[in-house]
Every structure is written in C-alpha cells, then in structure tokens.
C-alpha cells in the first residue's frame, strides 16, 4: 500500500485530522442543538419568571381581554417572543401570535404538553410543531396560582426552533471552515515530521548492521514495517548474540561490587597511570574520603599517605605481590597491612594494580598486651618465689634447728605462698573474663544481697583497723540481670580496696540504687586518694599507684582490672572521683 515510511505517516496524519473532525461532527451536532434548545427553554423560563406576576394579577383582576391582549403584545415585542395566557381550563385568553378577533376561535390548550407538564411540575418545556403558526417552536409554560395557590391560569413563552438551528448551522459553517485551516496547517506539519521521523529511522537502521557485529545489546519487543522494521531486525539479531554475554558480565559485575563493598578490609584499585578506579566503603572511612570524589584522581592527590602511593607505584614497576605494614596517623592512629598485588591483562600485562589493608591495630595491641602481661606476670611471680626460695634454702642450711627462726621463716613462706595463690587466682580470673568464655547465663541479681554479703566478707578487715562501714541501699531487693559472682567480686574488689588504703578510724561508704535506665552501686572511701596523673591506667593490669604499699598489703595489682572486665562484660561502665588526701569514689554502672 505505502512503499516508504514518509508517505505513511503523511497519510496517517492527514487521516487522523479528517476523521477527527468528522467524528466530531456526527456526535456533536444533536448535542450542540440539545444544548441550544436547553439554553433558549431556560432563558424563556427567566422571562416568564419576570412578567408572571404582573399577568397573574391582571387575570386575577378578570381584566378585559383586550387588556389582555395588549399586555401579550408588549410582552412580545419586548422578549422577541410569542406569548400565550391560558386559563386554568385550557381556554386561550391571549396569544400575540394570533389576532385578537380570531383568539376565541382557537382550540382548548389544556391538553399541550407544556401545560400538562407546568400543571404536574410547576413548570414545562417542549419542542413541537405548532398547528396555529405552522412552524416548529419551542414552548415553555409556567401555571398562574393566586394567593391561595391555586391555578388560575398559565403563562406560556414560545420562540421559532429555527433559532436554535441557526446556532447549529453557525458551529457547523464554522467547524467546516476550522477542517479545511487544519487540514493545511496538517499538510504542512505531516511533510515536516514524516521527514524528520523518517530519516533518523534510516541512519539508525544503517548504524544497526555495524552493532549487530556485536557491540551494544537491544531487546526488540515489536516488529514494524519499513525502516523501523530493519532496525528492529538488526538490533535484534545483534541482541541475541550479546544478551547472554552481557547479562553475565553484569551479574559477575554486580557480584565482585557487593562482595568489595562488604569487605572489612579497605580495597584500593588503581590503572596503569596510578589513578583510582575503585575504592569501597572501607577506604571512604580510613582516609575519610567520598568514593565518586575520588574516583579517576591519583592516588597522591586524594589519599594522605604516601606510603599507599609508593606501594601501588612500586606495584605497578615491579609486576609482583608487595606486603608492607603501614601506620595512618590520621584520621586516628590505625596500623595496616598492605597487601597490593598487579591486575593483569590476558596477555600478561600490566593495566593497573590493586591494595587490600588489613586493620592489624587490635592484633598488634594484643601483641604487645601479651609481651607485657608475660613479663608482669614473670616479674610478679619471680619475687615471691625467689624470697621461698631463700628461706628454704636457710632453714636447710641449719637454721631448722632455731625454733624461733623457723616459725619466723614458715610463716613468712605461707604469706608469699598465699599471695602468690591470689595472684594466680586472679591472673586466672582475668585470662577468664577476657576469653568470655563459659561465663555462664544472666540472671537475676539480688544487688541488695550480693552487696550485704560483700560487706560481711570485708567486715573483719575494718574491724581491725576500726574503719566504719556504712550501706545505703534499699531494705527491699533491688533486682537486675547479670552475673551474679561476678558483680559480686567487683564490688569485693571495690570494698577491698577501700578499706586497705583508708587510714584506722576512716569510713567507708556503699550505696546501691535503681537509675532511670539501669542500676549503680557505688564504694566511697576517706582513705589517701589516688593522683590524677594515675587515674588513666589504674584498670591497667598489675598497675599499682604506690608499688611498695600495695605488695605489703598483698596486692596483685589486678583487683581494678578485674572490674573494668566485669563491667564490659555487662556492657556497663565505672566511673573514678578521686582526691589525693580525701579519698576516692567508684561508680559501676549496668544499663537496663
């Protein structure tokens, strides 16, 4: 039918334009003149409504019908319509369109549609032929009711129907002369845009047979004529062959980015000229760097760490794996091992290199935590043992045969042998608490109960040396979740304390109530205060403020360790007040 795709859309839009308008016409003409009858009923109705009251009282006044009439006639005139007064029984009084000797002569009018429909609903309309005027007219009547309201009469407008086909008639000339300027105006548009529409079809269709060799996939959901219909066949020819390819290179694509993006490791990938290519959520928070900022920059303009540059550049010569430990000072101090290795091509060549850092900073504190536990350990174990040995060594030497040295001297092993059992009770403890492991469920702690029974393990101590002990704690029981023995040895450690660095004749104080979101037990004491320089490290592990006092009183130098686990393990915190002369203040706080 068409042999190209210009003289088509031509076609089409000329056609749409045509059958448009004349869609329009067929279903607009009976409304326009359903509209038109409407509008000219209702504005006879307005007009009836303005003189149907002086009509009303000149029927009721039973005027003369001449007077009648002359009233019709001036109506008339003024309303450019034909006005009728009918009386209740259907008998015409006056009627402008109808001279005054013949009006007797004309038929009953009680039977009129619109005298029919006004008498039953107040008002009525209708469009008919009349027999009186021999023309098609549209009538509307309204009754007369005097003050009683009763009929006493109707009132009756009516206006030649060839007014409302003259309406018609002027749309129609009109829509007629608005067809033939958009026919021209679609002539004009359907030249420009089936040109337009149709030559890039063409260029794209040649362009298709160059991508179907396999460069750029499209799905083809239809199949059209003409040119499109070759570039549809084209692409689609070239889709089925890249489809695949693609589709699983994306998948592969989309892979390797969520497994980066959910390393914990930081992942640094840069092209052969050291410019970033990749670098994922890790790196953004080690160097505090935005991705997309960041991407095609070199390494050096972007990342604060010259180290990276280097390894990635040596990378990049060398064509090998590179391990180094680097430490980034900024934003916080970190420690990293830097694992870069060179991303190669099929043939083996270089096209850019790529730098995983592993955070070793908790490693390598755990490191040196372990070298200096071993040697606290060793340390505090060497002394007590070396003095055992001496004393051994002296009783065998002779000195057994001395009963008052020998008791002096077992007695003196007993106290090294009982302090040398606490501390290795409470490096056990620690060891425990650290590896959290078997440290049994949470419970409910009675905190009332658990602090009476510290009180009484610490109460013979402070008889001694005459130290009061004061509780403030609710008589009722004050219960949260936890570990019971190991609240219950923090706060020994705490009351312990206490009462060994408070002077004869000093107070200690314990408190334990229910905070808004948790629970606090807190040990006060008016004992000689720790300095602030030292408060930092007291929960440091066999760091003791006054060596000397602390190993004569039997100290392990990890009673406040002990706590500081315990608390971390409760996912609580312990707060120090301290004032060198007037005593210190610990507060355990455990979260709801």
């Known amino acids: 039918m068409f042999r190209s795709l210009r003289t088509a859309l031509f076609a089409a839009f000329i056609s749409v334009i045509v059958i448009g308008f004349l869609v329009l016409a067929l279903l607009a003409t009976p409304l326009i003149k359903s509209a038109t009858v409407n509008q000219i009923s209702a504005e006879l109705l307005k007009q009836v409504a303005l003189v149907g009251q002086d009509i009303t009282d000149l029927v009721m006044q039973k005027v003369s019908d001449t007077k009648l009439q002359n009233k019709v006639l001036k109506v008339a005139r003024l309303t450019n319509s034909r006005v009728t007064i009918i009386s209740a029984d259907g008998i015409v009084l006056a009627d402008s369109g109808t001279p005054f000797d013949q009006v007797k002569n004309l038929e009953n009018h009680g039977n009129r549609p619109e005298v029919v429909e006004a008498r039953d609903k107040g008002q009525g309309r209708s469009s008919r032929f009349s027999n009186t005027l021999n023309k098609e007219l549209i009538y509307v009547a309204v009754p007369l009711k005097n003050s009683g309201n009763n009929i006493i009469g109707y009132l009756r407008f009516s206006v030649n129907e060839t007014y409302a086909a003259g309406i018609v008639l ?273 419970q409910e702690v009675d905190i009332t109960g658990l602090v009476n029974r510290a009180v009484e393990s610490v109460a013979g101590a402070a008889k001694a040396k005459d130290i009061k002990i004061v509780k403030c704690c609710a008589s009722e029981p004050c219960l949260m979740m936890g570990i019971e023995e190991h609240i219950y040895r923090a706060v020994l450690n705490l009351l312990d304390n206490a009462v060994n660095y408070t002077s004869a004749g000093g107070r200690v104080e314990i408190s334990c109530a229910r905070k808004d979101n948790g629970f606090e037990i807190a040990v006060a004491d008016s004992g000689i205060g720790i300095p602030q320089e030292h408060l930092d490290r007291i929960f440091e592990r066999f760091y003791r403020v006054d060596t000397a006092r602390s190993k004569e009183l039997g100290g392990t130098g990890l009673g406040l360790s002990i706590v500081k686990h315990v608390m971390n393990i409760h996912n609580g915190t312990v707060i120090v007040e301290s004032h060198v002369g007037q005593g210190s203040k610990f507060t355990l706080f455990f979260p709801a």
């Not at 980034?328 to 091509?345: D, G, N, Y």
Request: charged share 20%.
């Open 170 to 442: 002027k749309i129609q000339k009109a829509a007629v002369v608005a067809l033939v300027i958009a026919v021209l105006v679609a002539l004009i548009l359907s030249m420009f845009f089936s040109r337009s529409f149709s030559l890039p079809i063409i260029r794209l269709s040649q362009a298709a047979k160059m991508i179907a060799q396999g460069q750029f996939p499209i799905t083809i959901l239809h199949h059209s004529r003409f040119e499109v219909g070759i570039l549809e066949q084209s692409v689609e020819e070239m889709s089925k062959k890249l489809a695949k390819s693609f589709q699983k290179l994306s998948n592969e694509r989309t892979q390797i980015s969520t497994i980066v993006s959910s390393m914990a490791e930081g992942v640094l990938a840069v092209d052969i000229n050291n410019k970033i290519i990749l670098a994922n959520p890790v790196i953004e928070k080690i160097f505090s760097v935005v991705v997309p900022e960041i991407l095609t920059k070199n390494v050096r303009e972007v990342i604060r760490n010259n180290e990276i540059s280097d390894l990635l550049v040596d990378v990049l010569q060398a064509g090998h794996l590179v391990n180094r430990e680097l430490k980034i000072i900024l934003p916080v101090e970190r420690i990293f091992l830097a694992q870069a290795s060179p991303i190669l091509t099929h043939d083996g060549k270089i096209q850019g290199a790529v730098c995983v850092l592993y955070d070793v900073t908790n490693l390598r504190k755990l490191e040196q935590y372990r070298s200096e536990f071993v040697a606290n350990v060793s340390h505090e174990l060497k002394t007590p043992l070396t003095s055992i040995s001496g004393y051994i060594e002296t009783l065998l030497d002779g000195a057994v045969d001395d009963k008052d040295n020998t008791i002096k001297f077992i007695k003196k092993i007993e106290k090294h042998t009982r302090n040398l059992t606490t501390l290795i009770n409470d490096i056990l403890e620690v060891s425990h608490l650290e590896s959290k492991q078997e440290l049994g469920p949470f």
